[in-house]
């Protein structure tokens, strides 16, 4: 089994900053690609931003230039930094993993619980 477990979300008033972690544990054989996606209420899911295990990175149109997203390989875990939050912003940041697991290294994909993020006007 394999846990993402999500930290960092919050209430922030717009113009402010974030971090957000997200650790992954458990049977992993290697990580691939990590990401962040968001989901407001009465939206779809979207893409923030994601990172490759050689640290390539995509980001949305929307947050290019103010959200960071950074990986520790050695402690699979992701972060995004996010400046200059805007109110259109909020939502609950779901942490994402596309890994291999167990001593077979099966490819999988995971998702973790999320953590809400509020920006106030």
């Known amino acids: 089994q394999v846990q993402l477990v999500e930290s960092g979300g919050g209430l922030v008033q717009a113009g402010g900053s974030l971090k957000l972690s997200c650790a992954a544990s458990?049977?992993?054989?290697?990580?691939?690609?990590m990401g962040w996606y968001r989901q407001a209420p009465g939206k779809q899911r979207e893409l923030v931003a994601t990172?490759?295990?050689?640290?390539?990175?995509n980001y949305a149109d929307s947050v290019k230039g103010r959200f960071t997203i950074s990986r520790d390989g050695a402690e699979n875990t992701v972060y995004l930094q996010m400046n200059s939050l805007k109110p259109e912003d909020t939502a609950v940041y779901h942490c994402?993993?596309?890994?291999?697991?167990?001593?077979?290294?099966?490819?999988?994909?995971?998702w973790g619980q999320g953590t809400q993020v509020t920006v106030s006007s």
């Open positions: 994402n993993a596309d890994l291999r697991v167990g001593f077979m290294g099966v490819r999988t994909n995971y």
């Open positions: 990172i490759t295990s050689g640290g390539s990175t």
């Open positions: 458990g049977s992993i054989f290697s990580i691939n690609t």
